[in-house]
């Protein structure tokens, strides 16, 4: 009895540790249904106030003062080729990067990011921020394990104007 005893502050403590681990992980998630039950990686169709398609993307914190994620010079590839985004039906573009509804664009285009021997600082970055806000619209589409013809199903919800299923971020 007195092991049971012992035990069950440990046990009510690693409860209390899961249930807070679970929960801060789900934050991040979509409450969007994946057809095929995996994750993978994120779906994000946006438009933006200028033409920044050719400029690198980076992650800005919450409040916008400092850069948080930025690639390096290796990691604005995707599938071998630069990871410009795709042209989208109605001016949407869909990610190929990694953007967030916090992201900025750089000055810098990818070419000119490809050349640098190495990646400046996120103290520097923040000088060659083009807008700070730059989305107009950003949509959260599920993941891409959840689409057959991503770029073709995408354009048909575009066309439609069926946004349903998306989470609106922007």
Known sequence: MRKILALTPAVAVLLLFSSCCRKHAEQG????????????????IYKTKADYSKHVP????????????????KDVYYQGELAYPVPLHDGFLLDRRGISPDAAFLTYT?????????????????????????????????TRFQYKDLVTELNEKIDKKDFSGFEKRK
């Open 58 to 73: 980076v992650i800005l914190s919450p409040d916008k003062q400092r850069v948080v994620s930025y690639p390096d010079v």
């Open 110 to 142: 990818y070419e000119e990011y490809i050349q640098m021997t190495s990646v400046p600082s996120p103290e520097t970055m923040m000088e060659y921020i083009l807008d700070k806000d730059p989305f107009t619209a950003l949509y959260y589409c599920g």
């Open 29 to 44: 998630t979509s409450n969007l249904p994946s057809k095929t039950g995996k994750a993978g990686p994120p779906v994000y």
